[in-house]
């Protein structure tokens, strides 16, 4: 007994040693692999291991009756495969997908199609990912698919975001010449267009976004989109489509109900309203009617530059912004870019901010206007001024604030006349430009209206400012109690206050924070206001520091920088030159303040002396 028992814990022992290697593999852990044909003439092939179909080879997959007449239709396909493969192969070149192909492949969790890839026939991939309303199944579609049949992914709920990124100038020129039966025609057509069929994507109801055509630069017109092609799709929330977008047939877009925002890749003149049926399109025509709805966007980077905040070049993003050429009747500015790309005058129209915006000034383009450029007192906005480049051919703003409503900066926020402030604070930031502006009464030539805060940043541009009455050049205009902040960073600015207001800085009764650390600045101010500093009866506080080189100058009864005897503030001076820049008032109070410490320490010296002799 002993010696058998001996015997088994040997051979565990040998066993144990065994490298895992030579343990025999699990016949189950090796999915079988099922192969075969689907093509008439046999170049295409087809592979079904486990969860995974994959087609590989040359020409078209075939077309059939129906689902049940597919190759891989008695192996189950239909109810197992997750993940399907068509042509992605390096030495692929599968031209079609046949009618019926994956129609009723309900799990599918991704699917992938490869490049040369032409024609999607009729339902074939009819209620495909239709039993997969929780798994999000991304579609590209290949740039080289011309032909999207009827129904071809109607009812599939399982797709979420969809790319048709069809581009009809990569297609090879005997396709074009060469007309071709499909399967729901009984004439041959020749692919002189995209289609997109009649209920291409009929009830897709899981998806949320849609984006259609080449996004680079291409101006022809060649996306066509058929009858209810996106019809019944409930969640569609937004569509990008290029500028190759050509129409839109009667229902194209029926029923989705949630549709926001319609991006259109181009120029706004291009965007082909009048090729979209009237006919059951009600969504689809109030989102591009609607200016929140239709945005257009910037598709060619290499044009639309500009000075961005710290000095460098940049450019439009076509994939992230979106943009509007200015005209003479854009004055509602709702968010986003506006290009500014002629000569623009919007005579006494005030142009009103909205949203945050970005103005862009094209080389030697202008924009003139003797209403303004208002953020709304109620609100809290912000514009961002840029110039495509510096110099002499720098954009520009001319702004008359003469004829501007009472009480309203010239560029900058709406006022209004209050006994108290209002704390809603526009922002204005000026990256580059020729600026000129002028405000109107008890406002800023660039900040804030009457009882209005507004923040002012200036990194780069020439800038000149000048404030109504009661008014700085740039800062508050009257009665703003709540402090406001100016940033001076570079350029060269010019500011000039109104009756009572500082050059940069308080307007009457105003209250404000400057901080200039580099630019070429001259700032006057006007009867009780400060070159830079105070008006009549306000505060400033300043700090000055960098390279800045200034040339300031006060009114009659006010200082050149810092505050009288009026008003209150503070003056910090850590600038490189050592206070050297400060004008001849300026200087002037130094000395008398080097004096009067002298002649103290002097008067010290010398009593201590009297009391040591006694």
């Not at 979209?276 to 025509?285: E, Q």
């Not at 502006?437 to 923040?455: D, P």
Request: glycine content about 14%; proline content about 2%; overall charge negative.
């Amino acid at each position: 007994m002993k010696k058998f028992v001996g015997m088994i814990l040997a051979v565990l022992m040998l066993v144990a040693l065994l490298p895992l290697t030579t343990l025999p593999v699990s016949a189950e852990s090796e999915p079988e692999s099922i192969k075969g044909t689907c093509s008439t003439g046999g170049g295409v092939h087809w592979e079904l291991k486990g969860d995974t179909l994959r087609l590989s080879g040359n020409g078209n997959i075939d077309n059939y009756d129906n689902y049940k007449q597919t190759p891989w239709y008695q192996y189950g396909a239909n109810n197992d495969v997750k993940h399907l493969e068509i042509g992605t192969g390096e030495d692929d070149n599968i031209t079609r997908i046949g009618s019926w192909a994956f129609a009723y492949f309900y799990y599918l969790e991704d699917i992938k199609l490869g490049e040369g890839l032409q024609v999607i026939e009729y339902c074939a991939f009819y209620c495909a990912t239709s039993e997969n309303e929780a798994v999000n199944v991304d579609l590209v579609i290949p740039s080289t698919v011309y032909y999207i049949g009827d129904y071809a992914f109607g009812y599939a709920y399982g797709l979420r975001n969809v790319n048709i990124k069809s581009d009809f100038s990569v297609l090879p020129s005997y396709v074009r010449g060469t007309p071709y039966y499909f399967v729901e025609h009984k004439d041959p057509i020749c692919a002189d267009r995209i289609f997109i069929q009649y209920c291409a994507f009929y009830y897709c109801d899981g998806m949320t976004t849609l984006s259609i055509g080449n996004f680079k630069k291409n101006e022809s017109k060649n996306v066509q989109i058929g009858e209810y092609a996106f019809g019944e799709c409930h969640k569609l929330e937004t569509i990008h489509l290029s500028d190759t977008f050509a129409s839109a047939d009667y229902g194209a877009f029926y029923r989705c109900s949630n549709l926001k925002n319609v991006y259109y890749y181009g120029l706004s003149d291009n965007f082909p309203k009048d090729s979209i049926s009237s006919g059951r399109n009600d969504y689809f025509i109030y989102a591009i009617n609607n200016e929140e709805g239709l945005r257009i966007v910037c598709n060619d980077t290499g044009t639309y530059t500009y000075i961005d905040k710290n000095g460098n070049a940049a450019t439009l993003d076509g994939t992230k912004e979106y943009f509007r050429i200015m005209k003479s009747d854009t004055t509602d500015l709702k968010g986003g870019w506006y290009v500014v790309n002629n000569d623009v005058n919007f005579g006494k129209t005030r142009i009103r901010v909205s949203g945050d915006v970005n103005i862009l000034l094209l080389d030697g383009c202008s924009i003139t206007t003797s209403g303004g450029i208002g953020i709304p007192y109620n609100t809290e906005q912000t514009l961002n001024i840029y110039s495509q480049s510096l110099g002499d051919n720098m954009g520009s703003i001319s702004v008359d604030g003469v004829s501007t409503p009472s009480y309203c900066a010239g560029i900058g926020t709406d006022g209004v006349y209050k006994a108290e402030s209002l704390k809603n604070c526009g922002h204005v930031n000026i990256y580059g430009g020729r600026i000129n502006s002028r405000g109107a009464l008890w406002s800023a030539g660039i900040g804030g209206g009457a009882t209005c805060k507004c923040s002012v940043t200036i990194t780069n541009g020439d800038i000149t400012a000048r404030g109504g009455a009661g008014g700085a050049g740039i800062g508050t205009g009257e009665f703003q109690r709540d402090y406001s902040d100016i940033y001076i960073s570079g350029g060269t600015v010019c500011a000039y206050g109104g009756t009572d207001g500082a050059g940069i800085g308080a307007g009457e009764c105003g209250r404000c924070y400057v901080y200039i650390s580099g630019g070429d600045i001259t700032a006057v101010g006007d009867r009780y206001g400060a070159g830079i500093g105070t008006g009549f009866t306000s505060s400033c506080h300043i700090v000055l520091s960098g390279d800045c080189i200034i040339n300031a100058k006060g009114g009659e009864n006010s200082v050149d920088i810092g505050y009288d005897y009026q008003s209150e503030g503070s003056v910090t001076d850590t600038r490189k030159s050592g206070g050297s820049t400060l004008s001849e008032g300026n200087l002037w109070i130094v000395a008398v303040v080097a004096v009067a410490v002298v002649g103290a320490v002097v008067a010290f010296v010398i009593c201590k002396k009297k009391k040591k002799t006694a």
